[in-house]
């Protein structure tokens, strides 16, 4: 059994920065593709990047430049460095694992963004 454990979300005023973590524990053997999505309130959930296993990134448009996501293969873990936040940012983020031959996702983590 895999779990995803979050940790790092809360309130940041617009331009602060914020630093979302997410490891994986249980029976893993390789992780392929991680990533980070995001559900604000009425809308649909979200891509915001992604990172495969050999490092190659890709984000959404609304978040390129001030946005980075990292990985530790070492510790299962990826994060999401938030810069320059806006309150469009504001929701609940989910990492996401790909971890042969199923999906996994975490509890989800919740960013808030004032302005």
């Known amino acids: 059994q895999v779990q995803l454990v979050e940790s790092g979300g809360g309130l940041v005023q617009a331009g602060g920065s914020l630093r979302l973590s997410c490891a994986a524990s249980g029976s893993i053997f390789r992780i392929n593709t991680m990533g980070w999505y995001r559900q604000a309130p009425g809308k649909q959930r979200e891509l915001v990047a992604r990172i495969t296993s050999d490092g190659s990134t890709n984000y959404v448009d609304s978040v390129k430049g001030r946005f980075t996501i990292s990985r530790d293969n070492a510790k299962n873990t990826v994060f999401l460095q938030m810069n320059s936040a806006k309150p469009e940012d504001t929701a609940v983020y989910y990492c996401?694992?790909?971890?042969?031959?199923?999906?996994?996702w975490g509890q989800g983590t919740q960013v808030t963004v004032s302005s």
């Open positions: 996401r694992m790909f971890i042969a031959p199923s999906v996994y």
